[in-house]
């Protein structure tokens, strides 16, 4: 399971919009089969934006989470890209937490 890892080292920053879907498409399986677990969001997508609105929540740095047509869209945001390995694994294991406890809020701040 580590050497799929291996593709979050070696993130080029000049080549992320790019290398995204082949990034996640290494990741997410090994997790799913270590987990035995299905996602909560069957459907999902992963992009990179140029503008997130920033949010003061570990849980929520960097990404801004909605559904749209069935589809869970996770948008990151390009400023943060230099975090891109944790806010991926993060978002990945995320899609695995059941959808009663999560707040696709991403603006909502811890109080």
């Known amino acids: 399971m580590l050497n799929n890892f291996k593709s979050l080292e070696n993130i080029s920053s ?36 140029p503008e997130v609105s920033e949010s003061k929540n570990i849980f929520n740095i960097g990404v801004k989470r909605e ?17 891109l390995p944790f806010i991926l694994l993060r978002e990945i294991y995320n899609l695995f937490t059941p959808v009663q406890l999560v707040d696709l809020r991403s603006n909502a701040d811890l109080e």
Not at 69 to 83: A, T, V
Request: aromatic share 12%; glycine share 2%.
């Open 14 to 49: 000049d080549k992320i919009p790019e290398e995204l879907d082949s990034i996640i498409s290494d990741i997410y399986p090994p997790i799913r089969d270590f987990l035995n677990l299905e996602p909560s969001f069957g459907h999902f997508k992963f992009s990179i934006e």
């Open 67 to 83: 559904i749209k047509d069935k589809i869970l869209q996770i948008k990151i945001s390009e400023k943060n890209c230099k975090y």
